[in-house]
């Protein structure tokens, strides 16, 4: 049975190991990346709620159970603080755990092994356990899911020391972050927008998950520009790529930097951005407050780029009030690409 906000247009793809260029969806991204792993390690597998015959709350996990059985797809009961906890016993006896949580709000009941386990045991022990796990979260608003299924909770992750977060914004990153994460020896927070899961793009497949090129702890310039620098991740990213060109029209040249990871932060890239453009805005859809955006913000503040700056620093984030059920209040909390063209467009006009 599929799911019932499945991405209809997504198609399996056959061969898990062909590198062939093709056009899928974020969420078959996803899902190619999860086949890759596991066919090429059988230490991998995966645990969560539903993730099995009813193929996942998005989808993404569509097909796997009969592909790859009961051991390693397992359905599980409705408890995160099991399910992840299971998962950090499972990754330091010898395996490599994927887990899935429906909606990313609902590991507030499983932060004690997420937090005072996984990301602390490799540092109790002096280096000789390590715990290599994922934990993906479908996070984010947009779909009127209200205050208690729409929380961008990727800062709280990003606090802890000991754990990576990454923040995919396109389909070939969504597949080759998840690939590096399941390599990755320390445990990994993989935060997936829900709104990109039917975003369409290219995506060449890796063959094996060490085949991935993606590093995590490195940014990438997205579009490049010379008169302000806007720093965005996850469907941020987006907006910020089609509102810089919409001022293209208007003869102002933005220049786009998509964080991709969150922990650790590649905050070299945003400076040397900075340093050219002389202006920066930063951008996410989580509330403003002790967010991802501040560290981006102080980092450039503490930096060589502050001597460059031309114009104060702007911020365009969610507002702070939890998320509402109604669609207008939802699109008023919700950052949207008008607001930031606004900014934008001020923020090129002024100089200090």
């Known amino acids: 049975m599929p799911a019932a906000d499945s991405t209809d247009t997504v198609d399996t793809i056959e061969d898990p190991v062909s590198t062939e260029v093709r056009t899928t969806t974020y969420a078959k991204a996803v899902a190619a990346a999860l086949r890759t792993a ?46 992840v906890g299971m998962a950090v016993g499972a990754a330091i006896t010898g395996t490599r755990p994927i887990v899935e949580m429906q909606f990313s709000d609902f590991v507030v009941n499983a932060m004690d092994p997420l937090v005072n386990q996984a990301a602390k045991l490799y540092f109790m022990y002096g280096g000789n356990v390590e715990v290599p796990m994922v934990l993906r979260l479908p996070g984010g608003g ?88 806007v720093v965005g991740y996850s469907l941020n990213t987006h907006k910020a790529l089609d509102a810089a060109e919409e001022l293209a029209a208007e003869g102002i040249d933005v220049e786009v930097v998509d964080l991709r990871t969150l922990r650790p932060l590649d905050t070299e890239t945003v400076i040397e951005s900075v340093c050219r453009t002389g202006k920066l805005l930063v951008t996410h859809e989580a509330p403003t407050a002790v967010g991802v955006g501040a560290e981006v913000v102080a980092a450039v503040a503490g930096s ?18 939890p998320m509402p059920y109604a669609p207008a209040l939802e699109a008023a909390t919700i950052p949207q690409t008008a607001d930031l063209v606004a900014a934008m467009r001020a923020l090129a006009a002024e100089d200090v």
């Open 142 to 229: 947009g779909t009127g899911a209200a205050a208690q299924h729409s929380q961008s909770l990727e800062a709280w992750f990003a606090h802890v020391p000991g754990l990576k977060v990454v923040a995919p914004s396109t389909v070939q990153d969504a597949h080759d972050l998840l690939l590096a994460a399941l390599v990755d020896p320390n445990p990994v927070v993989v935060v997936e927008h829900k709104l990109l899961y039917k975003q369409e793009g290219a995506l060449t497949p890796r063959a094996t998950p060490e085949d991935s090129p993606a590093v995590i702890g490195e940014a990438a310039v997205v579009r490049e520009g010379t008169d302000l620098t």
């Open 304 to 321: 060589r780029a502050f001597d460059h700056l031309l114009a104060p620093i702007v911020r365009v984030c969610g507002r702070e009030n």
């Open 38 to 83: 596991m066919h090429a390690d059988e230490r991998v597998f995966m645990a969560g709620e539903d993730i099995g015959i009813y193929g996942g709350a998005f989808g993404v996990t569509d097909g796997l159970l009969q592909e790859f059985g009961e051991e390693r797809i397992r359905d599980t009961p409705i408890s995160e603080d099991a399910i």
